[in-house]
């Protein structure tokens, strides 16, 4: 997993093309006018999921991992954190759904406060768990770019 500031985001071209190609439309595009939904950037190899919420307390917070998709999560505007661990052999607790690319456990993480201009990148052995509360909580506006293995 990769947790940094998109200003830093350039030194990431060296994970490869489609990665570069995610970061590059993150750094490049005006979200201020983009609405929830979800966007195309190379057919199913690389597309955004803009999305817009408020944060929740952790325990409604799902711990997941995918298979066949990097995750790029980007804040836009408002703060949550997001829960993290490394998945090391645990068993699910709720069996990979092939259709959506994800699985879910349930699995003590270590919290990371995210900001704005803040993002993740999470590999198929990264568990996350995103979406949750910084003491009261807040909208979040957020862009998980899917990068296809």
């Not at 690389?46 to 999305?51: L, P």
């Not at 929740?56 to 829960?83: L, R």
């Amino acid at each position: 997993m990769i947790i940094d500031q998109l200003k830093n985001s350039g030194t990431y071209a060296v994970l490869g093309e489609r990665i570069a190609i995610a970061l590059k439309y993150i750094s490049e595009t005006d979200f201020s006018a983009v609405e929830p939904g979800k966007y195309p950037i190379d057919g199913d190899l690389i597309y955004a999921a803009v999305s817009e919420y408020h944060t929740k307390p952790v325990s409604e917070c799902k711990i997941e991992a995918h298979k066949k998709y990097i995750d790029v999560q980007y804040i836009i505007s408002g703060k949550e954190t997001m829960g993290v661990t490394l998945l090391n052999g645990q068993v699910p607790s709720v069996p990979y759904n092939e259709e959506k690319d994800c699985v879910f456990y349930d699995e003590p993480t270590s919290p990371v406060n995210f900001e704005a201009g803040m993002f993740a990148v999470y590999f198929p052995q990264d568990l996350h768990q995103p979406c949750i509360s910084i003491g009261k909580g807040c909208m979040v506006k957020k862009v998980v770019v899917k990068v296809r293995l």
